[in-house]
């Protein structure tokens, strides 16, 4: 299939960064782990109609999550500078892809403003205030309608057994 494809050449041009984040134990790579495990199981194999959609959302959830890494590392200066916000960088991806699969309807003003001091303390390399923690958690829990997609990775990579 052709995303197949798509995804073997992209690696071709990303394998050496992936090996560099998983060789450095990367908690940015931590998270995405489970996508690269499934897509990594399937990459070689005809996918049938179940399989294709696993494949191409993790494809593209891969690929714009390293996208994204790769434009924090421009903006910190290296890897390991942006390693050391891996906790705060990981926890902002998190909210973000909170973001992206829930309206939330009246809040979405108060939440962007939210991520957006979540991502000013990040990149001042300060604690994020208790204050926007809670706010963010409250929203979170709020709207929490179904599991993310990290979640989901989980569960498929563990069901496949990678």
Known sequence: MKVTEDYKH?????QEF????????SLLFNRLEPVYNTLEYYKNKELNEQ??????????????????????????????????????Y?????VNDFYDDHDL??????????VKQL?????????????VYKGLE????DYKESDTIIEIFEDIASNLGV
């Open 10 to 14: 992209w690696l071709e041009d990303k």
């Open 18 to 25: 992936i090996n560099q984040l998983i060789e450095l134990d």
């Open 51 to 88: 399989e294709f959609p696993i494949f191409d959302v993790g494809y593209m959830y891969l690929a714009e999550q390293i996208h994204g890494i790769e434009n924090y590392i421009s903006i910190f200066g290296s890897l390991e500078a942006l390693e050391e916000q891996s906790v705060a």
């Open 90 to 94: 990981n926890y902002l991806m998190e």
């Open 105 to 114: 309807k009246d809040d979405k003003e108060m939440y962007l403003e939210l």
């Open 119 to 131: 991502e000013k303390s990040m990149v001042q390399k300060k604690p994020m205030s208790e204050e």
């Open 138 to 141: 409250q929203l979170q829990f």
